[in-house]
């Protein structure tokens, strides 16, 4: 089945340690997308490309990067990673953006930070 | 920026119960999705429903794009319904992005 897969399904790094959390897709999507989620809150969107134009929130840290290097992978690089940085990542893609085409998520992964 | 509100906040149904979600909006959108958050984590994407209604099993949603409001159906709930319901909204065709609602939790105990 096409999907959206992010590894690893649970990340522990140490505190100021680059980390970095993959996704792929088999779906083809031009829009890719990645998401943080705290605890009892909506996902907030940290960036996004659509193909290979990348999207920056505005109220994204510095800290985190992004990198889409063909259609069908995606990373995230946390740079120093801090407490407050703990969170489950989602991974999401779209065919076309999302004002005309379905979000689809990947799994996530849950990153702690020690 | 676009206002998105869930209602209610907390829901808990028996099992075999029906429920109504509502996700009101503050201005003209172009698309609205409703999602389920499982108690694991993972998000699905029930519905991409800009206007209309649509059904799936035993979920249906209805989208009056003219009011501004959404309305995501349950029927004879399942212990497996309990999750986070969220709806999210688009205003624009374009590089936009979806402005998510805070959520409905919903528990279903047997």
């Known amino acids: 089945d096409a999907m959206v897969i992010q590894n690893p399904r649970y990340q522990v790094t140490q505190f100021g340690k680059p980390v970095t959390l993959s996704c792929s897709q088999t779906l083809n999507h031009n829009v890719m997308y990645w998401y943080q989620q705290k605890s009892s809150q909506a996902p907030k969107l940290l960036f996004h490309y659509y193909d290979k134009d990348f999207n920056n929130e505005a109220d994204t840290p510095d800290n985190f990067q992004s990198r889409r290097p063909n259609t069908s992978f995606c990373f995230l690089d946390i740079r120093s990673p801090g407490l407050g940085d703990a969170a489950m990542y989602l991974c999401?893609?779209?065919?076309?953006?999302?004002?005309?085409?379905?979000?689809?998520f990947g799994n996530g992964t849950r990153l702690t930070v020690t | 920026g676009i206002q998105v509100e869930q209602s209610p906040p907390d829901l808990i149904l028996q099992e075999g119960a029906n429920s109504t979600l509502r996700c009101n909006f503050s201005?003209?959108?172009?698309?609205l999705q409703w999602f389920h958050q499982n108690p694991w984590g993972q998000l699905i994407n029930l519905f991409y429903i800009p206007s209309g209604t649509k059904q799936n099993g035993r979920l249906s949603a209805t989208t009056v794009a003219t009011e501004r409001y959404s309305l995501l159906y349950i029927s004879s709930s399942q212990t497996t319904d309990s999750g986070v319901y969220f709806c999210a909204v688009d205003r624009d065709s374009g590089y936009s992005t979806l402005t998510f609602g805070k959520g409905t939790m919903l528990l279903v105990s047997p």
């Open positions: 201005d003209s959108v172009n698309n």
């Open positions: 999401a893609t779209s065919r076309e953006g999302t004002g005309l085409s379905p979000l689809h």
